[in-house]
Every structure is written in structure tokens, then in C-alpha cells.
């Protein structure tokens, strides 16, 4: 996994606050997916970017998250209004072309109080 | 729907040998992964079968029986530092060439 860049690696948010997760991708990865792990819990899908474009949402909520992956820049997962069971570790990973192997980075632990 | 099936926890001792199963009903098929994942850490990529058979990597293994939905991972030569969860997952054609994960198998090996 090494080459994906994550941070913060911890944030602490009270409730009602914004928090912004950031992803570099390997490099030479156009591919980006953003996940969820709640304790006790497997990974859970949330979305699917390439640049520019969102290729599949279907596992992100429909209120106060949404993701992006610009041009230039880390790809980024925003979370609005955060509520105590936004608290989560939330992992990015990258792949290049094809998505033969998919590196994940070290995550992003959310802590809401 | 999609469902990825596998055993919530497995024991074994030093030097043994653990095969972990791996159950899969997805409505597509594009490729089988394994993690290993450590407590607070990210999952490290250890195997990918796209095609049925045996895909043998040191110590580790992967197998894969399209037909049967089914795969399995395993360790040989087990040391203490593979305690730790082992992750299936899935790649299915209607996720794009995201992955679906099972939730994951936590191994503990003792001495």
C-alpha cells in the first residue's frame, strides 16, 4: 500500500462540523475509491472517482457527503454536519487501469465528539 | 443482491498450515482479491485470481472455482505476525471495478 497518502490520519470533529478527508493516489493511478470501516465491521464501498468524474456513488449517503477528484489535486471525501456515527476509519484506495491490484492507504480514523 | 461469505474467526498454532474460505454470490465476476488488515492499519494487498486455479505467492496461496462462487486463501508455515483479519473481496462488473467486501476472517495464531 505504500504511495497512497492519506491525511489527517486523525480528526476530531465536534458535531455539527465539517470534516474533509484527503487521498493522493499512487502515482500513475487514475482510480480512486473511497471506503468505510466501522469497528467490528467489514469495509463498506462508498464511491468510485476517476479525475474529473464520479464513475459510481451508490454506496455514499445522499445527505452531507459528497467526493471529488479534481484535475489537480488530492481526491477529497467531505462530510457535512457530522453526527456521532460518522466516526469511522475511512480508507482511500487507488489502482491504475485495469484495477488488477488496488493499493489501499493507511486511512483516515474520524472521531466524532 | 451481493453477498461475500466468510468465517468470523479461525485459530491455529505456529507452523501450521490455515486455509480460510471464501463464499461469493455477486451479480457479476471480475476478479477476487485477498487482504491481510491489522488492527488500526490498512489492508495490504496479497493475491488476486481473476481466472480458476491456484495462484501460489510464498507462503500464501489463492484459489479460485468460478463455477462455485468459492475461493480460498492459504497460509503456510504460520508465524505469530500473521494474526490478523483476512479480507474477500469481490469485484463485480455492476460496482464498476470497485470492491465488495466480505467482513472479514481474524486469525489468531499461537505458539
Known amino acids: 500500500n505504500a504511495g497512497v497518502m492519506q491525511n489527517p490520519r486523525h480528526l476530531v470533529r465536534r458535531r455539527g462540523q465539517e470534516a474533509r478527508l484527503r487521498c493522493s493516489p499512487m502515482?500513475?493511478?487514475?482510480?480512486v475509491y473511497w471506503y468505510r470501516q466501522l469497528p467490528e465491521e467489514g469495509l463498506k464501498f462508498m464511491v468510485y472517482l476517476q479525475k474529473e468524474n464520479i464513475i459510481d456513488e451508490s454506496g455514499m449517503p445522499k445527505e452531507r457527503f459528497s467526493a471529488e477528484f479534481p484535475k489537480e489535486g488530492p481526491s477529497i471525501l467531505r462530510i457535512q454536519q457530522v453526527v456521532r456515527g460518522d466516526s469511522a476509519a475511512y480508507f482511500c484506495?487507488?489502482?491504475?487501469?485495469?484495477?488488477?491490484?488496488?493499493?489501499f492507504g493507511e486511512g483516515s480514523w474520524l472521531t466524532v465528539v | 443482491g451481493q453477498n461475500i461469505d466468510q468465517p468470523t474467526e479461525m485459530t491455529a498454532t505456529e507452523g501450521a498450515i490455515v486455509q480460510i474460505n471464501c463464499t461469493y454470490q455477486t451479480s457479476g465476476f471480475n476478479g477476487l482479491f485477498w487482504y491481510q488488515q491489522h488492527a488500526g492499519e490498512a489492508p495490504t494487498f496479497l493475491s488476486y485470481n481473476v481466472l480458476d486455479g491456484l495462484e501460489e505467492k510464498g507462503r500464501f496461496s489463492s484459489f479460485l472455482s468460478r463455477s462455485k462462487g468459492y475461493s480460498y486463501l492459504l497460509l503456510k508455515e504460520l508465524q505469530m505476525k500473521d494474526s490478523a483479519s483476512y479480507l474477500c473481496a469481490v469485484r463485480s462488473n455492476q460496482a464498476g471495478t470497485a470492491l465488495i467486501f466480505g467482513k472479514g476472517t481474524t486469525l489468531s495464531v499461537s505458539s
Open positions: 484506495a487507488s489502482s491504475g487501469q485495469g484495477g488488477n491490484t488496488i493499493y
Open positions: 502515482k500513475g493511478h487514475s482510480h
